[in-house]
């Protein structure tokens, strides 16, 4: 299986200027080849491939030879990321989604990472050293030890300058004792998750606590948008970019530990499947901020690796009629969204709402596994 490592990484100023430096030339090749594909198929109707892009690569390095500051598999990894952005939206249109979004250039500063698709192909781990080629060897902090083979080894730039090197590697699995529990997980707002053993985890609301600070900082940014106070908007920025840093570090940690704590107690989890951000498209502006600081997807994804690699099952069952079907006889109680009890006029069961959802979640996922 594959598994992630995440380290936080210090450049010197040389390092940093380079690596920002290597950055740019990616998002100039990013678009340029964007840019090609665009006017072949606005020309001629052609679309191109992958590899007939990456064919033109060597020839744009001789056009730009600051291209050549940039490792050859790096440069072949923005042609990579080119492909795909265009068959994600290629699919989104054979969907029919009501926003296909096609493609778009990246402006400056808005490429924040690299990738050296071969490990030991221009970049090696040395004990607490990233020897990299064409900017030396880099300071890591290895808060824990590398697992199985590196494959991959991306440099990532954060909003507030800090740097990290994700380390993706082929690793084995190490399953956990069976439990045989099984659990229903319905996800919510008053309750971040509400379990099918009427078990509830609190919503934390870290966007929410935090809001305060954010208007703070962003009301005289929005007043300084002007050439004259650029400094000072630059310094709200980064400001700005802290506090969300600081929210995000928050939810991410939490995701691990409540994603960490139902795989190690459960053998077979069972979740709705989800669609958040359409969601929140058909919610006011209040209940979409809700519903994205929640991170329902994030938590959801998070289970996901980490049961695969524990040996547990994890299900994603349609959602539609949870909260209204009975669990008890499986007869649908219309109920609006105040209604926090379910209580149903045909076999007379009360019950919360939530934990309703949450039963009848884990009995559509084991019909399923019975299939």
């Known amino acids: 299986m594959q598994k992630a490592f995440k380290y936080r990484i210090y450049l010197t100023k040389g390092q940093r200027r380079i690596v920002e430096q290597q950055l740019e030339e990616c998002r100039w090749l990013y678009n340029e080849l964007l840019a090609t594909r665009k006017r072949a198929y606005e020309a001629s109707n052609i679309s191109l491939r992958r590899y007939d892009l990456q064919n033109m690569i060597p020839g744009l390095k001789v056009a730009r030879p600051s291209l050549t500051s940039v490792h050859s598999l790096v440069l072949q990894n923005v042609n990579i990321r080119v492909d795909v952005a265009f068959q994600a939206f290629f699919r989104r249109v054979r969907e029919g989604?009501?926003?296909?979004?096609?493609?778009?250039?990246?402006g400056r500063g808005r490429y924040d990472?690299?990738?050296y698709s071969q490990y030991g192909n221009g970049v090696r781990l040395e004990g607490d050293r990233l020897i990299l080629s064409k900017v030396g060897a880099v300071h890591v902090v290895?808060?824990?030890p590398v697992e199985g083979t590196p494959k991959t080894v991306t440099l990532i730039r954060s909003r507030t300058g800090k740097w990290y090197a994700c380390l993706s590697c082929e690793t084995e699995a190490h399953p956990l004792p069976p439990t045989g529990s099984?659990?229903?997980?319905?996800?919510?707002?008053?309750?971040?998750?509400?379990?099918?053993?009427?078990?509830?985890?609190d919503n934390p609301r870290f966007y929410r606590r935090?809001?305060?600070?954010?208007?703070?900082?962003?009301?005289?940014?929005?007043?300084?948008k002007n050439a004259a106070n650029w400094p000072e908007n630059a310094k709200q920025n980064g400001i700005l970019a802290r506090i969300h840093e600081r929210i995000a570090n928050r939810r991410n940690d939490f995701a691990h530990k409540q994603s960490r704590a139902l795989v190690n107690a459960h053998q077979v989890i069972v979740f709705e499947e989800l669609a958040p951000i359409q969601m929140g498209a058909r919610k006011g502006r209040g209940m979409r901020k809700s519903i994205m600081d929640v991170a329902w997807t994030q938590f959801i994804s998070m289970t996901l690796g980490k049961a695969a690699e524990a040996g547990r099952t994890v299900m994603l069952v349609n959602p539609r009629n949870m909260s209204k079907m009975c669990s008890g006889c499986?007869?649908?109680?219309?109920?609006?969204?105040?209604?926090?009890?379910?209580?149903?006029?045909?076999c007379g069961l009360v019950l919360d709402r939530d934990v309703n959802a949450a039963i009848n979640i884990l009995h559509r996922g084991l019909q399923t596994l019975q299939t």
């Open 97 to 106: 989604a009501e926003e296909v979004g096609f493609p778009r250039f990246k």
């Open 113 to 115: 990472s690299i990738t």
């Open 142 to 144: 290895l808060h824990r």
């Open 182 to 201: 099984v659990v229903g997980v319905d996800v919510g707002l008053a309750s971040f998750a509400t379990l099918s053993n009427e078990q509830k985890i």
């Open 210 to 224: 935090d809001e305060a600070d954010v208007k703070r900082v962003q009301q005289p940014n929005d007043a300084a």
């Open 330 to 346: 499986g007869e649908l109680v219309d109920k609006t969204l105040s209604e926090r009890t379910h209580t149903c006029s045909y």
